[in-house]
Nanobody, 114 residues
């Protein structure tokens, strides 16, 4: 059974940093593509970043230059390093595995205070 578990969320001040983790089990991790999404109250869920098996990466314009997505195949974990955080980054962050069928984690709350 495929499972994704996000962690690392919390409360930080504007300008601070957090590193989110997504631990994966039950998949052929090394060939999987992963994406981070986020959803703020009253807003649609939006794509944040993607990492492939190559690994190649892509970022939403709103986070480019501030966030970095990475992966550790030995630990079967994907990360999202978040720097220079802004209040508008406040959201629940979700990890998504892209395969024959897609899987989502439960999400982790990130709150950035001003």
């Amino acid at each position: 059974q495929v499972q994704l578990v996000e962690s690392g969320g919390g409360l930080v001040q504007a300008g601070g940093s957090l590193r989110l983790s997504c631990e994966v089990s039950g998949s052929i991790f090394s060939i999987n593509t992963f994406r981070w999404f986020r959803q703020a109250p009253g807003k649609q869920r939006e794509w944040v970043a993607t990492i492939t098996d190559t690994p190649s990466t892509n970022y939403a314009n709103s986070v480019k230059g501030r966030f970095t997505i990475s992966r550790d195949n030995s630990k079967k974990t994907v990360y999202l390093q978040m720097n220079s955080l802004k209040p508008e980054d406040t959201a629940v962050y979700y990890c998504k595995l892209i395969a024959a069928r897609d899987y989502w984690g439960q999400g982790t709350q990130v709150t950035v205070s001003s």
